[in-house]
């Protein structure tokens, strides 16, 4: 499964909303499973968005043709459109879907890994921090996901309360990162909180 993370600063709020709707033109593309998103909860105007495809090759197909209709209605609207793709490795907690209808909020982290660390800190998602966020009674799913160049990383949980997440948040991290070896295997790590827009999904 192809995972599509964009993000965008919005300068049109009313018209970004407006073409926002009319991506759900992407339910009868071949090969797509899904699309959600929101606002940043720590950056004013911020939007991140997530797709997911059955295959690059479907995903490919669909920029080839119909993509640019579907964006035409939002060209404007936003700047700063940051674009990546990253290929499925694996759940966080059990059976993910890309379903967006029963969650409040989404985090976001974004991790380059040392390439001589990569089995390792791969081994330490699956070993350490799937199963403390497995066990967060807020966290309903999530997914681990790896670029193309390798050494960049994504995972994408998604909660069903902004509180459940702050329980989550505070020093557990600190502890699993330490557990984790996260120091010695990352170069730079970002990530963000999202509030969950329900009329963007798809």
Known sequence: MLV?????????RRGFERGQRKWAGLLGEPGFRGQGGGWSRAREGVVHLFGFWESRAFYDSFMARSHDRLHAAQIGTY????VRLFEYRFDVKTGFTPVF????LLRVAHCRVRSDRIEH??????KVW????AGSPGMLRGVFA?????????VLSMWDSAAEHGKYRTERVERLALRAQTGAD????AGDVIDLEPSWTV
Not at 121 to 126: A, F, G, I, W
Not at 130 to 133: D, L, R, S, T
């Open 121 to 126: 800190y791969t081994l330490m998602q699956e």
């Open 101 to 104: 209808t029963d969650a409040d």
């Open 4 to 12: 599509k993370w964009m993000r965008c600063s919005v300068v049109d």
């Open 186 to 189: 990352v170069t730079a790590i």
């Open 146 to 154: 790896q670029a193309h160049t390798e050494d960049e990383f994504m």
């Open 130 to 133: 799937n199963p403390a966020m």
């Open 79 to 82: 700047k700063d459109m940051r």
